[in-house]
């Protein structure tokens, strides 16, 4: 994307840690060059397992507009559900991308003129050794493989320290397996 800001939308469930996850790209955005970087999450009343969202916006230019993202180039789902419950790619870009977690096949996604990638990071975080339900590290790895704006090289060191104390080889393992195993599908 030759864009001078890319806005990506997050969306998840209350408790799955997508506001971790968007922070954790956010630095890693940012120690790799993009000097603009904004993330805004959203809060309000939801509880545990409801749907929440959170933006984030990159730059190699310093950003002005802190506004949440109406307009997304690129929306990554913590959860394949949400899908049904939620309008994930409402105001998305054309040819924007959604990174998906689910055992699907991008194909089984019919997203008029949005390109799909899809990981079963559920599964995949289980083998990497982290709890059922821990998805928010692997879903960067499906994210970096399919926008290609981050290495790997990058995200990792981040995700270890933010999950210091907290089996950070295991989060950094389930981002590298997912980032191995993300099906990049075309346009729909």
Do not use: C
Not at 51 to 79: A, C, G, Q, R
Not at 110 to 119: D, E, L, Q, S, W
């Amino acid at each position: 994307m030759n864009q001078k800001m890319i806005e990506i939308r997050w969306h998840g469930r209350g408790g799955q840690g997508a506001i971790t996850a968007a922070k954790i790209v956010a630095n890693a955005a940012f120690a790799s060059g993009y000097s603009g970087v904004v993330m805004a999450p959203t809060f309000g009343t939801e509880r545990r397992g409801a749907p929440v969202l959170t933006s984030l916006k990159i730059s190699k230019n310093k950003i002005y507009d802190l506004s949440p993202i109406t307009e997304p180039d690129m929306v990554v789902v913590l959860d394949h559900l949400i899908v049904e419950e939620v309008n994930v790619t409402a105001g998305m870009k054309p040819g924007g991308l959604i990174v998906i977690n689910s055992p699907k096949r991008p194909e089984n996604f019919k997203f008029k003129g949005i390109r799909v990638a899809t990981a079963d990071v559920t599964t995949i975080a289980v083998s990497a050794g982290l709890p059922p339900g821990v998805v928010n590290t692997g879903i960067i790895g499906a994210f970096a493989m399919a926008s290609r704006l981050i290495d790997m090289d990058m995200l990792i060191p981040v995700i270890e320290a933010e999950f210091k104390g907290k089996k950070p080889r295991r989060n950094a393992k389930a981002a590298q397996i997912t980032f191995d195993n993300t099906i990049l599908g075309g346009q729909s």
